[in-house]
């Protein structure tokens, strides 16, 4: 059970901003990936993937996690936040996903479904949280 | 001495496109930063800070770094390098700020130089380079 987000931050993850996650991979280099991400109301961030991934396949190996968020209409914001993914759900993934359609494409059904994809919710329980204002 | 950048990739770095820098923390977990991003004729990436910067000395100490950087006007696509940190310059780094500068912002002097700050351009070179065209 975390604390919740700051003002800000849940500011800028409540709108549709992209995130850049980046795992661990077995070699100990960073893989990087560019995704949708959501908040939840005990201070967590949400990500959804699809099993077999690369990320996701990292995230089960080490669940240790960095998801960086600039405001798209000024990069020069960001927050960046390194946790764990703390659970991880099958069952709410694909509701999630087609929410998250709706947040950021403005449609009630995810799009981009491939044909026997397994979808998976991710939490993530931050660690630290870093705002950064630019300059 | 790397092989040039594919052509995709370096339109994509050669616009004012915004990268996430994941580095590695002391603790093993991943540090994520958003920063201006350049190419060089030979392949590599360029990125410039200041010294003292949490991010540049975590490569002092681990020269692997992960460099992703979407396409700003559709996310969807974005290139995501792995490598290392293989030459640092002070001397050029003033130059190259501007350079940037010009590049992000249309100006001719970086105008976000703080008082006594000593910058360093980081040459980095591609293991792995993934061009994701989204969906």
Redesign the interface.
Known sequence: MGQPLDQKTADLLGRPN?A?V???RKD???????VWVDADADGNLVLNTAEGRAWRRNVARDP?????V?N?EN??E?V?V?GRVVHEDHESADAHIDAMAKKYLGQDTYP?RQEGEVRVKLTVEP?RVTH?TG?
Do not use: K
């Not at 100990?28 to 560019?34: A, E, F, L, S, W």
């Open positions: 992209f850049t980046s795992t661990l100990g280099t960073v893989q990087g990936v560019v240790r996690i960095t998801v960086t600039p798209a990069p020069y960001f960046s390194t981009f660690d950064f300059g």
